[in-house]
């Protein structure tokens, strides 16, 4: 009972969030605005009910698997993939490894500036 | 059973959502397995070996994608809720975020600019076409808002779900290489710029090393998906790199 408890609260959030999205016309997606809605939700609360936490164990715990049938998508694409392999690979490489560096620095820069003693190393 | 039983089988199950859910399902249970037994090893990565293997039995089967996601759609569908549930662990990390909203809110900003802008930028220097620069402009959000961000700005919404799932396993397997060499060892560091990367593969590897990293890359994953919906189009005409 609990997860299913758990899991008709996340899709009511979910719902409410799409519902929302559409209504004010802001382009983000529905499952993001019930996100943000439970957070602020658990705030004024100041507690998690069991039934959401075992709900969410169970969906979180295998987040990876929830992306399977998007990445199966990649055969309706071979052709264009195999086109133009070099920049797509170029592209995927290079701006993940940038993104990532950048983003870890500003991070670790910021926050020994605006947040100082926060931090666990150096 | 003769071979004419067997094929109106077949007929029959690959008209059913019911195949397409067991064989994702199944696959998965597979690579999860390999990855375990790899001793984790990235190059196993469960997405990586189940989408392999998901490909191969469809293309040796002659099943079209279509056929396929009639079924793995309902898995597809969790990524809702999932998002939904972020939500949790994040309550959690409150009382860190609290103190750390502004360097997370420098960070978003320019990690989700630098990101976007560098896939347009190597894509064109490289010579892709138009509709594959800008399918791949939004690859470090969640699918589902990243194939939205793709249509609206020109781009193919079912290509830019791949390159959303291929730079979440490149972060979600580089990432934790690039933080050694950079010697960062703060979960909340290494969470924020795993989930501005890497959206939700980044974030599920994150909650393998930690309960706070995880629910940081959370936190990044959702305010930059904001944030990349509400730049992005209006940054790419800005920069007059729409076409």
Redesign the interface.
Known sequence: MQFLNG?TL??I??LI?EFGARLLDI??????V???L??LT??ARRS?APS??T??GA??G????????????????FE??AG?W???A???????????????????G??R???PG????? | MTDDGIATIWVYLSTTPLLGLTITLVAYGIAYRAYLWSGSNPLLHPVVSAVTLLILFLVGTDTPYEAYFAGGQFVHFLLGPATVALAIPLYQQLPKIRRLWLPVLITLVSGVTIGALSSVALARLFGATLQTQMSLAPKSVTAPVAMGISEQIGGLPSLTAVMVVATGILGAVLGTRLFALLRIRDDSIKGIAMGITAHGIGTARAFQVSPEMGAFSGLAMALSTFTTALILPWLLQWLGWLG
Do not use: C
């Open positions: 899991i996340l899709l959030f979910q969030g382009p983000v997606p529905g499952p993001v019930g996100m943000l439970l957070f658990l705030i998690v959401l936490e709900a969410s969906l979180l295998h987040l990876s698997l929830l992306f399977v049938p998007a990445g199966v998508g990649m055969m309706i694409h264009r993939i133009e070099l920049p797509i170029v592209a995927l490489l290079g701006s993940t490894v940038i993104t990532m560096l950048a983003s870890a620095l500003i991070m670790a910021t926050s500036l605006f947040a926060d931090r666990q190393d150096d």
